[in-house]
């Protein structure tokens, strides 16, 4: 494991890389608003990402770096990312086509910045598609918005809501809540079966 700083615009971020030899793509995973990248979610979805052949880069963002809980507006956040990818593209990630996604907020930040990040696809792990128990604010139109094919895994109980199927939107259901960790298993193969079929 690999870990890079990275500039942004918002103080230093943090990737954490996993290479692998002859990489056929580059997966970059964000953690979610509270979590870190030691999410069990994220970890899982990284194996399962280096055993099809990808070389995966666990990205925290400046806020967790700065040692603060609350995350950060969701234009910082934005920009952040875009910064990251842009440095891993240029490194670490070099010359490999790239799928971005994240748990939670940062499955949100992976889908409205996947033009500016050229993303060949975004994996969302527990996408909050609304707050617990207002589906009045829903964030449909982040995941709509998003052209390239997405993966959500998302838990059958869980408060944020389960997002429908839709055009390049596949969506996998999983035993237990958002923290995605009561079906590991079913978890590691979705994310095998979909980056397998991911250019």
Not at 33 to 42: K, T
Not at 74 to 100: E, F, I, N, Y
Not at 156 to 173: A, K, Q
């Amino acid at each position: 494991m690999q870990v890079i700083e990275i500039e942004t615009p918002h103080g230093p971020a943090r990737a954490h890389v996993t290479k692998v030899r002859g990489a056929r793509g580059g997966l970059i995973l964000g953690h979610g608003a509270g979590g870190g990248v030691g999410a069990r979610d994220l970890t899982a979805a990284a194996e399962a990402a280096a055993a099809e052949g990808f070389r995966v880069a666990l990205v925290e963002q400046p806020y967790r770096v700065a040692g603060r809980r609350s995350p950060a507006p969701a234009a910082q956040l934005d920009v952040a990312w875009t910064a990251v990818v842009k440095g891993l593209r240029a490194g670490a990630l070099r010359r490999l086509p790239l799928v971005t996604g994240g748990r939670s907020s940062g499955a949100r930040v992976a889908c409205r910045t996947a033009v500016a990040t050229g993303a060949t696809g975004v994996l969302c792990l527990a996408f909050p598609l609304h707050p617990p128990g207002r589906p009045e604010k829903s964030r449909l139109d982040e995941l709509d918005g998003v052209a390239v094919p997405v993966l959500v895994v998302q838990g059958e109980s869980d408060p944020f809501g389960m997002p429908p199927d839709g055009p390049n939107r596949t969506v996998v259901r999983v035993r237990g809540n958002h923290s995605l960790s009561s079906d590991i298993v079913t978890l590691r193969t979705a994310v095998a079966e979909w980056l397998a079929q991911v250019r």
